[in-house]
């Protein structure tokens, strides 16, 4: 059992960055795996990145690859998402998930969500 809390989304110009986190309760958090998703009104959830528990393996969506890179503190039991050259496309309800299976396809610890909005 873990809670999820996202914060660091808001307004943004085209062009501009943002840096998300995702602090997690508990202890175990450095054995789950972390990602991030996105959803905007009417549309499908959309994942953005992932990162395993010993931060070796990184996944991105192919809509953000070379913009977004996902960075994880399990000291602090914090994972980032640090999103450059935003587009208004990117913008979206941003959501920190959690696997505590560590398997990256079972995504059963989310978080309330951020709001990223990218100005045009």
């Known amino acids: 059992q873990v809670h999820l809390v996202e914060s660091g989304g808001g307004l943004v110009q085209a062009g501009g960055s943002l840096r998300l986190s995702c602090a997690a309760s508990?202890?175990?958090?450095?054995?789950?795996?972390m990602g991030w998703f996105r959803q905007a009104p009417g549309k499908e959830r959309e994942f953005v990145a992932a990162?395993?528990?010993?931060?070796?393996?990184?996944y991105y969506g192919d809509s953000v690859k070379g913009r977004f890179t996902i960075s994880r503190d399990n000291y602090k039991n914090t994972v980032y998402l640090q999103m450059n050259s935003l587009k208004p496309e990117d913008t979206a309800v941003y959501y920190c998930a959690a696997d505590s299976k560590a398997t990256m396809r079972s995504w059963n610890y989310w978080g309330q969500g951020t709001q990223v909005t990218v100005s045009s």
């Open positions: 990162m395993g528990w010993s931060g070796g393996s990184t």
């Open positions: 508990g202890r175990t958090f450095s054995a789950y795996d």
